[in-house]
């Protein structure tokens, strides 16, 4: 544990954030899997949830939680598992 006040206050602030980060994480993760459910349910109302969970990683990148092309990479994924769903 550190003495000085500084380093005290960065432990307090790295913990807030960390705790923020892990929650918007968990978020896109959670928006994810629920695509994913609707998708193999019904491919044609998993577009309404594609533009839920493209929404939540765009926020999640703006926030700087997930670099910006990993959320393009993921949201390019998505897309191709919808449209090779809806050829199906």
Sequence with gaps: MPNIQS????????EKKNLRNRMV????RTSVKKFETALAA???SANVQ???TT???DKAA?????HKNAA?????RLAKQ????AAV
């Design 72 to 76: 393009n990479r993921k949201k390019a």
């Design 82 to 85: 919808l449209n090779k769903a």
């Design 7 to 14: 380093a005290k206050k960065r432990v307090k602030v790295s």
């Design 55 to 57: 929404s939540a990683i």
């Design 62 to 66: 703006s926030k700087g939680i997930i």
């Design 25 to 28: 994480k968990s978020a896109v």
């Design 50 to 52: 594609l533009t839920a």
């Design 42 to 44: 019904d491919p044609q």
